[in-house]
């Protein structure tokens, strides 16, 4: 029997992969409506709180969330605190700018018309 001890740096490596891994299973499992609605729910919340609000990072994590501090390092792994800074440099970005960008990162090519309308249907 193998009782290695890892070390700090080790164990830390091991736990974010099985963050990454949990998060993308929980992910794969919804129904393509259930991940369109999961999306569009998160960016309706991050697009006030970013460019309505100007919200922090722990602003958007703890109350526009509502997240404990436990979701400060698992948001950070997954690379919300470079998005959050990203858009702070711009601080004048329109939703449709931020929209269109933010899909286009994700490799989901978009026109602005496009996000235009769905953002349109949203409204009524």
Request: charged letters at 30%; aromatic letters at 10%.
């Amino acid at each position: 029997m193998n009782n290695k001890v890892l070390d700090p740096l080790e164990k830390q490596k091991l736990e974010e992969e099985l963050f990454v891994s949990e998060r993308e299973a929980f992910y794969s499992c919804l129904t393509k409506e259930q991940k369109l609605l999961v999306f569009c729910e998160i960016i309706s919340k991050l697009t006030k709180a970013e460019l309505i609000e100007g919200k922090t990072y722990r602003g958007i994590l703890y109350e526009t969330f509502d997240f404990d501090y436990d979701a400060y390092q698992k948001a950070q792994l997954s690379g919300f605190l470079d998005l959050h800074q990203k858009i702070n440099v711009q601080p004048n970005v329109n939703l449709l700018d931020f929209s269109v960008r933010l899909l286009n990162a994700y490799g989901i090519k978009v026109s602005s018309e496009e996000v235009e309308n769905v953002i349109n249907s949203l409204d009524q």
